[in-house]
Nanobody, 120 residues
Framework: VQLVESGGGLVQPGGSLRLSCVAS????????MGWFRQAPGKEREFVAA????????TYADSVKGRFTISRDYPKPTLYLQMNNLKPEDTAVYYC??????????????WGQGTQVTVSS
């Protein structure tokens, strides 16, 4: 069972990036999924989550209105569209599967992370 993120990189403030997360070895079509991030010296924090059906999405207040989580089927592939990026969005971004809540402990499968750096 593996989740593999991609799409990270260096972007200027105000720019956009789209992260992707592909699952292999197991289907997560009946599982909620989420995105988390961790900046140096800080705890891993919730970014966004989506229900297994895709009908319900949840966002951290810090990204609401700027980030959009989505998924397609059947594998599925999880996405995070990030617009109007700010320097404080700089972190390693992780996708996770098995739940759709805000607590990292709810999720049982994690990707390896992809670095997002927002800097001029």
């Amino acid at each position: 069972v593996q989740l593999v993120e991609s799409g990270g990189g260096l972007v200027q403030p105000g720019g956009s990036l789209r992260l992707s997360c592909v699952a292999s070895g197991r289907t997560f079509s009946r599982s909620g999924m989420g995105w988390f991030r961790q900046a140096p010296g800080k705890e891993r924090e919730f970014v966004a989550a989506i229900s297994w059906s895709g009908d319900t999405t949840t966002y951290a207040d810090s990204v609401k209105g700027r980030f959009t989580i989505s998924r397609d089927y059947p594998k599925p592939t999880l996405y995070l569209q990030m617009n109007n990026l700010k320097p404080e969005d700089t972190a390693v971004y992780y996708c996770a599967a098995g739940a759709d809540g805000r607590r990292p402990s709810l999720y049982d499968v994690w990707g390896q992370g992809t670095q997002v750096t927002v800097s001029s």
